[in-house]
């Protein structure tokens, strides 16, 4: 039964495995845009606050959670499944497993499809397509694009309230509802031809120079061409469904190759690929106007900004940048030999996790500073808007988005196999299958589940559930409910299940006062934690 299942063949293996699996889109455009916000943005002093609270609650929080999830694997030597029923026969905690099973096996049905997108990105570097923005854009997109910023800046508001529309410029709800009417009512066409020809006149007027005006709508260029590129892409299906697949495709031939000769084989080439592309962009970015600026800005604490939303933030970004409560760190540890230090493995991976983000965060203040641009929007779409505008300001900028989007793919990747990993372990031991077969039918299955999350965008774009696409709403119970659900029962079970013995055997390198220290985190500070995190994600405040 356990023989397609393999193992390590070094601790390195399971070190840079993990640390893939935890490495993903979120480290490289997610976090950098939560701390270019809540440092301020362009204007703010800086950043080291929410970088400080986000370091604390890796290590406070994460940590812990990480050690007890591939304590949980190692000790089951199965699946998450059938670990936590090995553990704790005859009870439910079983489901505990088959829930992250379920959350791994949802996450990549959607994320596989982001994951493509960089295979369309990889490309679109190569021919340098977004080069031709002066030939592809008009002055009336141009002036389009000065009227919607302006209409929800206080010029906007201020306009409307003049025309008798608002009352009160401070209510936005008030300002974005008259909008509305002004753009869709024709009665109002008079009005909102108006209104453009007195923003655009207010954005000339900013400039005191013709070449300094030229200037300015060749950066507007640049901004609108990647935006109307990547739309244009998303409204193609064949591209969506046949990039999804792709990335599938490559994904199972990896875990088809087994633990160590393909998840193994292909992270020790990936991870050290991913890290020395990333550290090239790091360079570059150093020779910048604009890189010390980024440094003092990612680790200078300006804490008149921390807030309790802060904390929720860095909190819930931490938990998710670790890929804890999904199964996959459960089924890379299931793997692992019984003289491994859980503990100095899983603090590697956090290590290379956390190095990664703030190395992303740097790379894009630094050029952002440089050349005077601002970060819209925590999406991911994001990595396809607004980075092209970046490389287009750099010279050697065509070489830098193939490095970039190749650094995104690879990070991607290793994301998707250890989720795959997770699906093709249940079934190999669940269901006694091959790994080849497991694999070939786990992915066809999460392929199927997929296809609609890769139509969301433009066949299924108007077919909504609870206000939700399919591939929002599968992205929005996978991460607001599924994952933090699955960190908690973590916690519970390591925390109050096994026993002092038990964990002592899986931890045996720990000290008696850093034992004590690390199951109190695990009982008491984690589970609230997540709790305030989930109801904090179920309620607005925050999301995943």
Known sequence: MKQDRGAWRSKLGFILAAAGSAVGLGNLWKFPYLTYKFGGGEHGHGAGGFVIIYLMAVLLLGLPVMIAEVMIGRRGRLNPVGSFRALRPGTAWKYAGLLGVITGFLILS????????????????????????????????VRDRVFSELSVAPAGALFLKEHGLIRDTADASA??????????????????????????????????????LKHAIIEKKMEIYPASLFERFLKNPVKQVGYFFLFML??????????????????????????????????????????VRAMRFLFYPDFSRVTFNTVLWAVGQAFFSLSLGMGALL???????????????SLAIVSLDTLVALAAAFVIFGSIFTFGLTMHGSGIGNLFTAVPGIFLHM?????????????VAFAALTSTVSLMEVAAAYLIDE???SRKRAVLIAGAAIFLLGVPSALSFNLLANARIFHLTFFGLVDFFSANIALPLGGILIAIFVGWVLTAREKHEEVFEFPVWLYSVWDFLVRFVAPAAILVLLFALLTGRVSG
């Open 110 to 141: 959607y994320y596989a499809v982001v994951a493509g997108w960089t295979i369309e990105y990889i490309a679109k570097s190569v021919t340098w397509e977004y080069a031709d923005y002066d030939a592809h854009v008009s002055d009336q997109a």
């Open 175 to 212: 300002v974005q509802a008259a909008w509305a009417r002004v753009k869709t009512d024709k009665k109002y066409a008079n009005l909102l031809k108006q209104a453009k020809k007195e923003f655009f006149l207010a954005f000339k007027t900013r400039f005191r120079t013709q070449r300094a």
């Open 250 to 291: 490559l994904t199972m031939l990896v875990v088809i190759g087994g633990v160590s000769g393909g998840i193994e084989r292909w992270n020790k080439v990936l991870m050290p690929l991913l890290l020395l592309m990333l550290f090239t962009l790091v360079g570059r970015v150093f020779t910048l106007d604009g890189g």
């Open 331 to 345: 089924t890379y540890g299931s793997y692992l030999p019984k003289d491994a230090k859980i503990s100095k493995a």
């Open 395 to 407: 010279p050697g900028g065509r070489f830098l988005s193939i490095l970039f989007y190749s650094l």
């Open 431 to 433: 269901h006694d299958m």
